[in-house]
């Protein structure tokens, strides 16, 4: 059993530039933790999962909380709550999954205060907001003093709590490529209770029709718990490209995808039932996109 304990000590600090965040960061590597919403870090901390001697806030970092449209980019803050993007006609219009994802992730407080750039960083395997965003081919901005580099979510988490930021990296916003045309996309999940529980099995998918709306151009499939970090299933997206959609198909996809996961048993479920899980929620996530997309080519 994990007792939570009181808050250990430590100096905190809020200030209110990019510099100045990584400059702390990069004089005390390894001492250090951002707190975004502290959703997370609180209880990680309380647990003693974590003990940093320094505790970088960025709430005076306004400019790190946005969700914007420009030059065919489409970009959200790191510091972007989950109920900015549940709420925003922008992610409505665009990525409808997106914020229906982040309107069904914890309470109405827990969505106030938690955001998108401490989510991802978590790294943790049931991200519910990895799925979706890789199946969008999703980037993330990081900003250091040395520079800034653009990495590609899929190749960002290294394992569970771990990605490919360095010590002295701040994660600044997450890009998102413009949606192609006859698409949609859909996240499905299995939890315990609707709002507060961890996510047992998720699977988002993301289908791109060819012109005329009957064959399949593209389609992506990415799992939250189904390995150590969330993932991209690719195999089984290649065994959906220019196929005709029917439920052999689908059934082809949802077995492929099974064969590429490798959950964990836990307390929560065992291995074999998450796959199960995958197996039906691939099936059920790839059959609300392709509607999606359908709808799109009428």
Same mark, same amino acid.
């Given at each position: 059993m994990v007792y939570l304990r009181r808050l250990p000590r430590f100096e905190y600090f809020a200030?209110?530039?990019?510099?100045?965040?990584?400059?702390?960061?990069?004089?005390?590597?390894?001492?250090?933790?951002?707190?975004?919403?502290?959703?997370?870090?609180?209880?990680?901390?309380?647990?003693?999962?974590?003990?940093?001697?320094?505790?970088?806030?960025?709430?005076?970092?306004?400019?790190?909380?946005?969700?914007?449209?420009?030059?065919?980019?489409?970009?959200?803050?790191?510091?972007?709550?989950?109920?900015?993007?549940?709420?925003?006609?922008?992610?409505?219009?665009?990525?409808?999954f997106l914020a229906q994802t982040a309107a069904e992730m914890g309470s109405p407080e827990i969505r106030l205060v938690a955001t998108i750039g401490g989510n991802l960083a978590s790294a943790l395997p049931c991200s519910d907001l990895a799925?979706?965003? %890789?199946? +969008?081919?999703?980037?993330?901005?990081?900003?250091? $003093? #040395?520079?800034?580099?653009?990495? *590609?979510?899929?190749?960002?988490?290294?394992?569970?709590?771990?990605?490919?930021?360095?010590?002295d990296e701040l994660l600044e916003e997450i890009r998102l490529p413009p949606r192609p045309a006859l698409s949609g996309g859909a996240y499905l999940k299995f939890h315990d209770r609707h709002a507060m529980?961890?996510?047992?099995?998720?699977?988002?998918?993301f289908v791109v029709l060819q012109p005329g709306g009957e064959r399949v151009q593209d389609t992506r499939i990415a799992l939250a718990t189904g390995g150590p970090v969330p993932l991209r299933v690719k195999r089984a997206e290649a065994a959906l490209r220019d196929q005709i959609f029917t439920e052999k198909t689908l059934e082809r996809a949802a077995n492929v995808a099974c064969e590429e996961a490798h959950p964990r048993t836990s307390w929560r479920a065992s291995r074999g039932?998450? %796959?199960? +899980?995958?197996?039906?929620?691939?099936?059920?996530? $790839? #059959?609300?996109?392709?509607?999606? *997309?359908?709808?799109?080519?009428?």
């Open positions: 200030p209110s530039s990019f510099a100045t965040v990584c400059g702390a960061l990069a004089e005390h590597p390894g001492e250090t933790r951002l707190l975004a919403g502290g959703t997370d870090l609180i209880l990680q901390m309380r647990r003693r999962e974590v003990v940093p001697r320094y505790v970088i806030g960025l709430k005076n970092l306004p400019e790190l909380a946005f969700i914007r449209s420009r030059h065919h980019t489409f970009a959200l803050g790191a510091m972007t709550t989950l109920g900015a993007i549940e709420s925003s006609s922008l992610v409505s219009r665009e990525y409808d799925p979706p965003l %890789l199946v +969008l081919q999703a980037a993330v901005k990081l900003y250091s $003093l #040395r520079g800034e580099r653009t990495v *590609a979510l899929d190749e960002f988490f290294r394992g569970p709590g771990q990605t490919v930021m360095e010590p529980d961890m996510t047992v099995a998720g699977v988002a998918a039932f998450r %796959l199960e +899980l995958i197996r039906v929620l691939t099936r059920r996530a $790839l #059959r609300q996109a392709w509607e999606k *997309a359908g709808k799109a080519a009428a």
